[in-house]
């Protein structure tokens, strides 16, 4: 059997001492499995940004064990196992597209050769060939994201970790970018956790939806839409988006966060609606 690209176990992270302290997790199970594609919702100081970061070795867990393709944490971010994307792209704005998308190979040694080879696939992986000699400030939001998850795609990382990286995005190009980042996984069949705030966003792109709470923050449930009837998020296709079984996936995520209330009265929320807007 493959190794799961991440495995959580009975993670607490608490944060200052005393009066002072802020437990952000508590008693974490997770496991996302190679090429799965997992969301984190929850309202906001729940958490998910915090396990996100403890998954990339950019913090370190107060107790539980983190691993990731196996190996633990620090070992997967040297041996650059994934790739990060935030909701802010980023970018460096004095280097153009392609020296953008380019930099970690270049940072990492590879030959000028292979970086022009990597980089004009990335380009096309993500739509931005005729744009590789701009700079970021002559892009539009969703393209400098793009930009960005080329980058994070540049060393074939088989696991993408995701805050938020379509957050700051008007409506329109943030369900195009999903459907992008559909098809990217479908090509690239990396793994991704993603931390989002937007119930139709976590249902459209995932596999399991795993639901968190504050105050200490943990997991209340995990929704797997594809026992609502969505294809597996390598297939899926816009057409998800009116299925039933995705109307179905956003009770259920609903329910969850709101302490499993049932949704029925309530209806079923509007494309774009997230947890803080509630
Ligand atoms: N470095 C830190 N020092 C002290 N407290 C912290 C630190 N980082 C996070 N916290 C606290 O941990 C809790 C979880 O924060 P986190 O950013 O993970 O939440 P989140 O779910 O990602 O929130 P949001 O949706 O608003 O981004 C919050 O109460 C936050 O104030």
């Not at 998954?55 to 190996?71: H, N, P, R, Y």
């Amino acid at each position: 059997m493959t190794e799961p690209a991440i495995s959580v176990t009975g993670v607490d992270r608490v944060f200052g001492k005393g009066r002072k302290q802020v437990v952000a997790l508590t008693d974490v199970d997770l496991t996302v499995a190679d090429g799965e594609f997992v969301a984190l919702i929850g309202p906001s100081g729940c958490g998910k940004s915090t396990l996100l970061r403890l998954v990339a070795d950019l913090d370190t867990a107060t107790s539980g064990e983190i691993k990731v393709f196996g190996k633990g944490a620090r070992q997967a971010r040297l041996d650059q196992d994934y790739g990060i994307a935030f909701q802010q792209a980023g970018l460096l704005p004095w280097r153009t597209v392609a020296g953008n998308i380019e930099l970690p190979l270049k940072i990492h040694g590879a030959a000028p050769a292979l970086r022009k080879a990597r980089v004009a696939e990335l380009l096309e992986l993500v739509g931005l060939t005729d744009f590789a000699k701009n700079h970021p400030d002559q892009l539009s939001g969703g393209m400098q994201q793009r930009v960005a998850i080329a980058r994070a795609l540049a060393e074939s990382p088989r696991l993408l970790l995701m805050d938020e990286p379509f957050g700051a995005l008007d409506e329109i190009t943030r369900e195009r970018m999903q459907n992008e980042l559909v098809r990217i996984c479908a090509e690239t069949g990396a793994a991704v956790l993603f931390v989002t705030h937007s119930i139709p966003e976590a249902v459209f792109l995932s596999d399991r939806v795993v639901v968190m709470s504050p105050r200490p923050g943990r997991i209340t449930g995990i929704v797997d839409v594809r026992a609502d009837g969505l294809a597996d998020h390598h297939d899926r296709t816009e057409r998800a988006r009116d299925q039933e079984g995705f109307f179905r996936a956003v009770a259920e995520v609903r329910a969850l966060l709101h302490g499993g209330a049932s949704t029925s009265s309530a209806g079923v929320e509007p494309a774009g609606v997230g947890v803080e807007e509630r």
